[in-house]
């Protein structure tokens, strides 16, 4: 516009300038214009100096008048055409609010025609007069036609976009700002228009693009002034992408929005920026200030980052609710620990803070769903105590407990249901909070608990939402309790109710499990038989009452009929607990009837049907023992290095070290006598170890390391059979210095790190054991890992780290193998941090466990007596005297414990006050000779020097 | 959008004007300098203004102590040193932002002086290719020098980084624990939580690893920088937690969405977790 009006101020001017200045006087006399026919040169001439003195409403009648002449007929001065008087007089009534009259020239200077610049400048006064009145649908193809014009293309794409977006047309709006967006200058301007797309995209649910668009925004940060909007609209696009059931995408989203704090920086900062810039445009200005474009657009972007800036101040809870969306997000998406954190920083928030209560519920589950459960507990008391009776506690109370169902956690279940009387009273998950409790209880053995569960289910909610359930568990409990005449009417009872109900199938089976553990065979073979017959052939539980059905035919000593059901179970799906069930009855019945062909021969078809199952490496160690048996050795010897040959190289298949114990005991037998009766001729170990070698490592494993290395553990195994101490211990070493950790499987792991431990080289043992819990943290010889593990942490006194080892020995890898190991270390982690009742407890479970009588009891009778003697006391002296006494008198075969033991007996005599003794003590000690060379020993007799008594029994008293 | 607006943008039609992107020296005594004009000559700004009346230049000079501010779009060397930091190219840092470094260093304590920025971001190459030397010398110079409160906590992080690496984990954390004693800006907590992971992880706490490096996704994430760090962070952390599960997700994040990362790099030579040290 501005060089609309220098354009007609140029064409007009040297000419009509001198005309102007002449007739000065006159012209701002109003009312001559009525009576005096000025010449349009004239009044042209006062439109110029109008409109150089921006008084836009003084040009604007005079232009009117010249147009209203030229329609009339009257000719224009030279120079000046119809058009751009027509644009002069279109602007001026724009620049003096009256967008009516301005929209009517510029509407007859389009459509006349005329230059394309001129035309433009004209398209715009319309679009822009036509949108002031909010004639938007009007505007909008006026801009659109504006487009083609290259000087005015950003423009006409930003206002028709607005105007379109004013008239509702969205769609158009989205398109023009989306050509607008590819072609203008990425400057504020820009970032605006982007904001504008943004929550467009929003409004049509164009998730994907509004978030493509706030990433490009989040890239270009620096250019966006209303940071509130931005955040705003970040915030908008993760609920609705949240709805949608995209985590994901949510938490881009929600990442873009930042907290508060930074929020309000950054806004200052943005001011101050605008402040510099806006001083600088000071600066810079010719003119008057106030009508600079730069001026006017930075005091613009100020006013808009101050107006963000308080909306921001505005909301309390800002920061909250950004947390509460964050954390429901990763939880949706599987992140329970984000989770807990995100709900853990809501409150930080104030207390009375609205969205505390849905944090609490969420750091319950978030914790709960990343196994947390000590921190579940914690989290379910601190929401109970804050908001107490608010309905979310129980609901989270519920949410956590479904989660630790879900993850078979039942002592922390158990834990955490403990609370529902405390917690769920009046509330509707009372109901299902109760059953849950039942079956957590069922499950962890504690039937009595579950049944009386039941119970109060029963009188509180006698027709409730899980009756069904309430009275089949609670029939179950009892029939778990012992109880099985009981149960059988129970069940019965519950059948007679629900004939058609969710536990028909599963009541049938239970029936006949009650009549077997009853003895009456016939009936429970009975029952086998109708419930066969009756349900249909592909219910999942058909393997396990053909499995029962077996043992009730073995219960009445008819075999044939037992492995005929045995192996209709093996036909159908079997967990694989029931299947090793199965397969282990079958064996057990054809050795007992001598068959052991048939037994052999069901294991290598097993091996050959399914070679992938784990089990086959349980039908490798039978058929191994079952030719053993036949006096086929030869035979079991092939067959089972030929199913260890087919896993051998595979470090993953740890079942394979249990067949490579297995033969290495046959490749060590000694050869049985000749047909002469002569004793056969002894083998070598050399000649065991190159036959071990010929059978596992052919030309195409001889490259694999885990087979190599499996094939000198099986030597060192055969090594260890022949008491060849010295050899295996080399074995071993070569399996230290050979071979990476990565290709050694846990089993050898293990054995490995045992070895080490055992020679001192303690960081290499740490190694083995390392890989294990992080590469095979599965495996039946995790316990090795962890329980290693454990007893380096003793050894290098981190007792609490040693402490979490063994428990995890126990609690996580099952102990299969390390159980006394790990209950010993457990024991020791709590003696040696003092922790002496639970120390006792295990150290007394131990020395009572008859299977580990040994030097496992000799530690834990002096440990006990080590305990007593802390304690202190005159009682607990005398006991823990009994204690080493008994160390030392009944276990002389475990030298360490006995030389300890005599120590601490004297030491518990001197302390006692009782010396003599104590010297008579050590006097006895040191007459055992086993003890001499142990440090004990050399203890002792400092000890006797310093109580004055040199001579020694030993020596001569 | 509203006619209010509509009539501003009017208004900004009626006069065509824009403002560049400058580069400017900004005088205690107001006076804006653009850099064309004038060149740093020892201590001074100088200005040619003329030439008189026998043809001899005649010179203005400004002590460079009379700078408050420089007004100066981001160097691009910045651009190219960040993404060779992100992609495991740190050794090309120094060298890219060296020149920088160079322009500037008259200037390091005045505000908008790109000293301090390249300054760091070459602290975080050193650090991370392991040139514990220099990266001290380069954190001691920052701390000496810089007057951004970020900068100089960042800087005393990355003193701290070093001896987490060395394996003073007791150091590390009284010198973690003395930096955020003080108010710190979220630039400097953020990075201090990696720190803190790390330190947890030294002492074989997987908790307190995964409380640490998982405020970072959660609480930072804004932060692109940090956040491969801290996924790698997490990685580790679950795995000495033994939930391989979780530790394969990290790892499938890292590699998915910072797939040049050095982190990422680092992934397929990692075979086994690290556990409490004896």
């Known amino acids: ?53 921006k008084r836009p409403a003084d040009a604007a009648p005079l232009l009117d008048l010249v147009l209203g002449r030229v329609a009339a007929g009257e000719a224009l001065p030279g120079g000046l055409t119809l058009d751009r008087v027509r644009l002069a007089t279109a602007t001026v009534h724009f620049q003096g609010a009256d967008y009516a009259r301005a929209q009517a020239v510029a509407a007859d200077l389009v459509a006349a025609g005329g230059p394309t610049t001129v035309v433009s400048e004209g398209r715009m006064i319309l679009g822009l007069a036509l949108a002031l009145q909010e004639k938007f649908v009007d505007a909008v193809p006026v801009f659109g036609a504006l487009e083609a014009s290259p000087a005015h293309r950003d423009r006409a794409r930003l206002y028709r976009a607005l105007a379109a977006q004013q008239a509702g047309q969205v769609d158009v709006a989205i398109e023009a700002y989306e050509r607008l967006l590819g072609s203008a200058p990425r400057d504020a301007d820009w970032a605006d228009s982007a904001l504008v797309l943004v929550s467009l995209h929003l409004e049509k649910k164009h998730h994907e693009q509004a978030a493509r668009g706030l990433a490009l925004l989040q890239g270009r940060r620096d250019l966006v002034d209303n940071l509130a909007g931005l955040n705003t609209l970040s915030l908008q696009l993760g609920d609705a992408l949240l709805a949608d059931g995209d985590a994901e995408g949510a938490l881009a989203a929600y990442r873009q929005a930042v907290p508060r704090a930074e929020l309000q920086r950054d806004q200052a900062a943005r001011t101050l920026r605008l402040d510099t810039q806006i001083a600088r445009a000071q600066a810079l200005a010719r003119g008057p200030v106030a009508e600079l474009d730069a001026y006017r657009r930075l005091v613009g972007r100020k006013e808009r980052a101050q107006a963000a800036l308080k909306e921001i101040d505005a909301l309390a809870s800002y920061d909250a609710a950004l947390y509460l969306r964050i954390g429901r997000a990763f939880q949706e998406r599987g992140g329970a620990w984000e989770a807990a954190i995100a709900f853990g920083e809501v409150l930080s928030s104030p207390a009375d803070a609205a969205e505390r209560p849905a944090a609490h519920a969420g750091l319950v589950r978030a914790y709960a769903d990343a196994s947390r459960f000590g921190k579940t507990r914690e989290a379910l008391d601190r929401f109970a105590a804050e908001s107490p009776g608010n309905p979310l506690v129980v609901q989270a109370l519920y949410g956590a407990a479904l989660a630790a169902q879900a993850q078979g956690a039942q002592t922390q279940l158990l834990g955490l249901l403990a609370r529902v009387d405390a917690l769920a009273s009046g509330s509707e998950y009372r109901e299902p909070l109760l059953v ?56 019965g009872g519950y059948l007679r109710t629900w004939p058609d109900g969710r536990f028909v199938a599963d009541a049938g089976y239970r029936l006949a499990a009650a009549h077997y553990a009853m003895e009456d065979y016939a009936i429970a073979i009975r029952q086998t038989e109708a419930w066969l017959k009756n349900q249909p052939p592909d219910h999942p539980q058909r393997g396990e009452v053909l499995a029962l059905q077996g043992d009730a035919w073995a219960g009445e000593g008819k075999l044939d009929e037992a492995i005929a059901s045995y192996r209709g179970a093996l036909e159908q799906a079997l967990p694989d607990d029931l299947l ?35 089990f086959v490496i349980n039908a490798a160690y039978w ?46 037998r000694p050869p049985r006598q000749s047909g002469s009766g002569a004793p056969a001729e002894p083998v070598s170990t050399e000649a065991i170890t190159a036959r071990a ?34 050899e295996r211990a080399a074995l071993m070493d070569r399996l230290a210095a050979d071979f990476s950790r990565n290709a050694l499987p846990p089993g050898i792991l293990g054995r490995l790190g045992d070895h080490l431990l055992a020679v001192g080289r303690r960081e290499e043992a740490q190694a083995c ?67 002496l009742d639970a120390a006792q407890a295990i150290f007394e479970q131990i020395a009572a466990n008859r299977e580990w009588r040994g030097e496992a009891t000799a530690e834990s009778v002096w440990s006990l007596g080590e305990i007593l003697m802390r304690r202190g006391g005159r009682e607990n002296l005398a006991q823990a005297q009994a204690h080493f006494q008994r160390v030392y008198l009944s276990y002389r075969k475990f030298t360490p414990w006995v030389a300890r033991a005599y120590l601490r007996s004297a030491e518990t005599f001197v302390n006692l006050g009782q010396q003599p003794e104590a010297m008579a003590t050590l006097r006895e000690m040191l007459r055992d000779e086993r003890l001499a060379v142990r440090a004990e020993a050399a203890e002792a007799y400092r000890r006797l020097a310093e109580w004055g008594a040199t001579s020694t029994g030993g020596q001569g008293e | 959008m509203n006619l209010h607006r509509l009539t501003i943008i009017l208004l900004l039609l009626m006069v065509v004007g824009s403002l560049g992107a400058q580069q400017q020296y900004h005088l205690r005594d107001g006076t804006i300098l653009n850099a064309d004009d004038v060149v740093v000559r020892g201590v001074e700004l100088v200005e040619t203004v003329d030439s008189d009346s026998v043809g001899a230049v005649v010179e203005r000079t400004y002590p460079l102590s009379e700078a408050v501010r420089l007004d100066w779009p981001e160097p691009e060397a910045f651009e190219l040193a960040r993404e060779a930091l992100a992609t495991g190219r740190g050794a090309e840092v120094s060298a890219l932002l060296e020149p920088v470094r160079a322009e500037f260093v008259l200037f390091a304590k005045v505000p908008g002086s790109w000293w301090t920025a390249a300054s760091l971001l070459r602290l975080r190459s050193l650090l991370e290719s392991g040139a514990s030397t220099a990266a001290e010398a380069a954190a001691r110079e920052l701390i000496a020098t810089a007057i951004d409160p970020e900068a100089v906590g960042l800087a005393r992080l990355g003193l701290a980084e070093l001896e987490v690496a060395a394996g003073h984990g007791d150091i590390a954390a009284a010198m973690v624990n003395a930096i955020l004693a003080e108010e710190v800006p979220a630039g400097v907590h953020a990075r201090s939580w990696l720190v803190r992971g790390e330190l947890a992880l030294q002492r074989g706490d997987a908790e307190a690893a995964l409380e640490a490096f998982l405020r970072i996704p959660v609480l930072y994430g ?42 990422a790099a680092r992934l397929g030579t990692v075979g086994s977790i690290s556990l409490p040290s004896s």
């Open chain 1, 1 to 53: 516009m501005h060089g609309i009006a220098r354009s007609l101020a140029g064409h007009a001017g040297p000419v009509w300038r001198a005309v102007a200045t002449a007739l000065g006087l006159a012209l701002g006399v109003g009312c001559l214009w009525a009576q005096v026919r000025v010449p349009l040169p004239q009044v042209l001439a006062e439109v110029e100096q109008a409109i150089a003195a």
């Open chain 2, 222 to 263: 804004n932060r692109r920088e940090l956040l491969a760090s801290a996924l790698d962070g997490s990685r580790r952390a679950y795995l000495l937690a033994r939930d391989t599960g979780r530790a394969d997700r990290a790892a499938a994040e890292l590699q998915r969405d910072f797939p040049l990362s050095p982190e």
């Open chain 1, 693 to 726: 070698e010929a059978l596992l490592l052919p030309s195409a494993l001889e490259a694999s390391p885990t087979a190599r290395a499996r094939v000198i553990f099986l030597q060192a195994e055969i090594a260890a059979l022949r008491n060849a101490t010295d």
């Open chain 1, 436 to 491: 849950l409790h039942a079956q957590a209880l069922l499950a962890a053995g504690q039937h009595g608990e579950a049944r009386a569960r039941m119970e109060l289910y029963r009188k509180d909610y006698p027709r409730g939402r899980f009756e069904e359930e309430a009275v089949y568990l609670h029939a179950m409990a009892g029939l778990l309790l012992g109880r099985q005449q009981q149960a059988v009417q129970e069940i």
């Open chain 1, 769 to 835: 054991y390392e890989q294990i819990v992080a590469t095979y943290p599965a495996s039946i010889f995790a316990d090795f890992g962890y329980a290693g593990l454990g007893e380096v942490a003793l050894a290098s006194g981190r007792a609490q780290d040693a402490l979490v080892h063994f428990g995890d020995a126990i609690d996580r890898a099952g102990a299969r193998f390390k159980l006394r190991e790990a209950t010993l270390g457990r024991a020791r982690s709590l003696l040696a941090l003092d922790q």
């Open chain 1, 580 to 614: 090793g069930y199965v397969l282990d009855e079958l064996t057990r019945h054809h050795q007992a009837r001598r068959e052991f062909n048939e037994a052999a021969a069901m294991w290598e078809a097993f091996a050959r049907e399914r070679p992938d199952h784990p």
């Open chain 1, 623 to 668: 058929i191994g023992r079952i030719r053993v048996r036949e006096g086929r050795l030869d035979e079991g010897i092939a067959r089972v290095a030929e199913i260890a040959l087919r896993y051998l190289g595979d470090p993953a298949r740890d079942g394979v070290e249990r067949l490579l114990v297995e033969l290495a005991g046959m490749l060590a």
